[in-house]
């Protein structure tokens, strides 16, 4: 099965930062890399599809980049509604699999 | 819109059956996927469903014991849970997935709680 690695585990920021969270493949799953932003008590919500695709709906801050095994979700100017966990999820190969999550404090 | 029902308190060993309603799309061209978030932890991918149903896959964690099926007739997709651990608690989501080729899941519902505990 494919390992999904996310760092840091947790990052602490404020409002306005810019913030870049990273997210590594144990392979190659070329561009098949999803992000998710989850907020305590609710379900997840897409962000991002195929590593760099916004879903719609989504604000332009959040951008994805990257292919291969390294990928990074970076939100340019933090607000306050973007602090939460974030997971990324390879969607290349099943078992789908998601890393253990980045949570975006204050 | 996706409605998950069917979760509740289980004992170890027993069965319980997810479903999941499908509203506002054409659900009989998506795919659909299960996941699941045990209490306080990370996201658990459990299963997928192709549109006709022909293609299916689970979790190693899963496989043997649950069940995924759908009903495009009914715009359902099922979770059959058998031989429950107290490891299987958590919330478990339907979600559809994206439109475009492996692009993940594009909409999630807003799960449905199982317990598995004497």
């Known amino acids: 099965d494919i390992q999904m690695t996310q760092s840091p585990s947790s990052l602490s920021a404020s409002v306005g930062d810019r913030v870049t969270l990273t997210c590594r493949a144990s392979q190659d799953i070329s561009t098949f890399l999803a992000w998710f932003q989850q907020k305590p008590g609710k379900p997840p919500k897409s962000l991002i599809y195929?590593?760099?695709n916004l879903q719609s709906g989504v604000p332009s801050r959040f951008s994805g980049s990257g292919s291969g095994t390294d990928f990074t979700l970076t939100i340019s100017s933090l607000q306050p509604e973007d602090f939460a966990t974030y997971y990324c999820?390879?969607?290349?190969?099943?078992?789908?699999?998601f890393g253990g999550g980045t949570t975006v404090e204050i | 819109q996706l409605v998950e029902s069917g979760g509740g308190l289980v004992q170890p060993g027993g069965s319980l059956r997810l479903s999941c309603a499908a509203s506002g799309f054409a659900f009989n061209t998506y795919e659909m996927h299960w996941v699941r978030q045990a209490p306080g932890e990370g996201l658990e991918w459990v299963s997928f469903i192709s549109n006709s149903g022909s293609t299916i896959y689970y979790a190693d964690s899963v496989k043997g014991r649950f069940t995924i099926s759908r009903d495009n007739a009914r715009n359902s997709v099922y979770l059959q849970m058998n031989s429950l651990r107290a490891e299987d608690t958590a919330v478990y989501y339907c979600a559809r997935q994206g439109g475009y080729y492996k692009s993940g899941v594009d909409n999630w519902g807003q799960g449905t709680l199982v317990t598995v505990s004497s």
């Open positions: 195929r590593a760099s």
């Open positions: 999820l390879q969607c290349n190969t099943y078992p789908l699999t």
